[in-house]
């Protein structure tokens, strides 16, 4: 079995934890001694075609006559497509439809990108661009159905709420699937227990969609007497430093990337995260912070729950709530350390790296 993934998104050295949750399989597939090879396709006429290696897992980037190349050169017999688009899934129809293929959904397959897309520009602009996003969205599923019904790829969702969302959208109703959660690397976020005292806040999110509720964040945090920094990039971060300003947020803006193995050793650092959302499948890097015994704030929403039963506080996503009416009640000893405790025992438990590798392994065999 020579696997061939498919992302759209992938790690590279500019972009350091760009879905970092399809580079830890690839590692993991590697390590059991599978050969694994990353492809990206970029469908622009004039795109560039390239190889890099990242983190000694091999990536091949360019145009779909490209792509073909080397996935014929690799001798590829197996494609899981993380995230498919339907630019991706035509291409697959078209060139692979014989190989063994897999589907493995993370949340942005069926989603309305219409409302979590940041528009900018005038008025007409902003619904111009609107009315193209709900066009693409529909489209974008009738591919999705098309697909699975005429090739029945093996479907792989990441947790119970976005097979049960991803699944009545296209409306399909019988077809075979797998819930088989992203993994977390338990090396790199490693445990430290917390003392109880609530000193530093963080929150890692992308600015470059309205998904991660940053708006909302922003809000809450206004005239705080607590202060959380906010790292990441994007084009969304001028309007956040605006909005900051205008509500006297106590925010710190802090734009740095960090490689993925970083990320544990900032984690620990930190007492509290804060990582709301309007829209998450499993929410790998609030999944992250806990493993490490961070205890979390986050949104009340139906995909957060799967995964959010301990070691933190769910909230609603309304900008009338004052996070210190929240954090007082639990910035108390007792309260963290346990928040802490609960936090990393439960990740350790339900994400456990060996068991969810060995399924995706034997789900993309069959």
Same mark, same amino acid.
């Given at each position: 079995m020579n696997i061939g993934i498919i992302s759209e998104n992938y790690p590279e050295s500019d972009v350091l934890y760009n879905s970092s949750f399809v580079h830890i399989r690839v590692k993991e597939y590697i390590k059991r001694g599978y050969k694994t090879v990353v492809f990206r396709i970029n469908f622009h006429a004039n795109a560039e075609d390239k190889q890099y290696v990242f983190d000694k897992v091999k990536v091949y980037q360019g145009t779909p006559e490209y792509i073909t190349e080397?996935?014929?050169?690799? =001798?590829?017999?197996?494609?899981?497509?993380?995230?498919?688009?339907?630019?991706?899934?035509?291409?697959?129809?078209?060139?692979?439809?014989?190989?063994?293929?897999?589907?493995?959904?993370?949340?942005?397959?069926?989603?309305?990108?219409?409302?979590?897309?940041?528009? !900018?520009?005038?008025?007409?602009?902003?619904?111009?661009?609107?009315l193209y996003r709900i066009t693409i969205d529909l489209h974008k599923r009738r591919v999705l159905k098309d697909f699975i019904l005429t090739y029945r790829p093996k479907l792989i969702f990441v947790s119970k709420s976005w097979r049960k969302y991803t699944l009545d959208i296209i409306n399909i109703k019988k077809v075979p699937y797998k819930i088989i959660y992203n993994p977390i690397d338990k090396e790199l976020f490693r445990f430290?227990?917390?003392?109880?005292?609530?000193?530093?806040?963080? =929150?890692?999110? &992308?600015?470059?969609?309205?998904?991660?509720?940053?708006?909302?964040?922003?809000?809450?945090?206004?005239?705080?007497?607590?202060?959380?920094?906010?790292?990441? =990039?994007?084009?969304l971060l001028p309007y956040h430093k605006r909005l900051a300003k205008r509500y006297n947020s106590n925010v710190k803006f802090i734009e740095k990337f960090y490689m993925h193995k970083q990320l544990g050793e900032l984690?620990? @650092?930190?007492?509290?995260?804060?990582?709301?959302?309007?829209?998450?499948?499993?929410?790998?890097?609030? =999944? @992250?912070?806990?493993?490490?015994?961070?205890?979390?704030?986050? &949104?009340?929403?139906?995909?957060?729950?799967?995964?959010? @039963?301990?070691?933190?506080?769910?909230?609603?996503?309304?900008?009338?709530?004052?996070?210190? !009416?929240?954090? @007082?009640?639990?910035?108390?000893?007792?309260?963290?350390?346990?928040l802490s405790r609960e936090a990393h025992e439960y990740m350790d438990n339900k994400l456990d790296t060996k068991k969810i590798i060995e399924a995706e392994l034997e789900c993309l065999k069959k």
């Open positions: 080397k996935i014929k050169k690799e =001798c590829i017999t197996h494609l899981s497509i993380h995230m498919p688009n339907f630019r991706e899934l035509n291409y697959v129809k078209k060139q692979h439809a014989e190989k063994n293929i897999t589907l493995t959904f993370h949340g942005t397959e069926s989603v309305w990108s219409s409302i979590i897309y940041p528009y !900018d520009g005038n008025f007409l602009e902003r619904i111009t661009k609107f430290r227990q917390r003392n109880g005292s609530l000193k530093r806040i963080i =929150c890692m999110r &992308s600015h470059d969609t309205r998904k991660y509720a940053l708006d909302i964040i922003i809000k809450m945090f206004r005239n705080s007497k607590y202060r959380i920094d906010i790292y990441g =990039c994007g084009r984690y620990r @650092e930190y007492d509290l995260g804060v990582m709301l959302t309007r829209l998450d499948a499993q929410g790998v890097s609030a =999944c @992250e912070m806990m493993q490490t015994g961070l205890p979390i704030i986050t &949104s009340d929403i139906f995909g957060n729950k799967e995964f959010t @039963e301990k070691g933190c506080i769910r909230i609603p996503n309304d900008t009338k709530i004052r996070i210190d !009416d929240v954090l @007082e009640r639990l910035n108390k000893r007792s309260v963290m350390m346990k």
